[in-house]
């Protein structure tokens, strides 16, 4: 029993010894660094696009309605177009 004891013990050290503090070290610091550089710059990237994009003012929708409103009370009387030219919204 004193030889098992003894390779018990020696296991117990060795065990103690193995599990030494492991960080994620150098490659963990890299790894998390380079995925927020990448994230700074996708962020950078997409408010660059979302400050492209025009969205219109209520007034100007209002206007556009008023103004289609407008225009389709007064062709409803008016004769039907048979030219076969495009109009400006591309159909004929």
Known sequence: MTE???HV?????GAAA???PI????IGFLVVAAIGLALYFLVKSMN???????VPHEAEL??????KAG???STSAAAPDTSSEPRADGSR
């Not at 013990?9 to 050290?13: G, L, R, S």
Request: proline letters at 3%; glycine letters at 10%; hydrophobic letters at 50%.
């Open 4 to 6: 098992f004891a003894a």
């Open 9 to 13: 013990a020696a296991a117990a050290q």
């Open 18 to 20: 193995a599990a030494a």
């Open 23 to 26: 960080g994620p070290g150098l």
């Open 48 to 54: 660059k696009q979302i400050s492209k994009i025009q």
């Open 62 to 67: 209002r206007k556009a309605e008023r103004e």
């Open 71 to 73: 225009h389709a009370g």
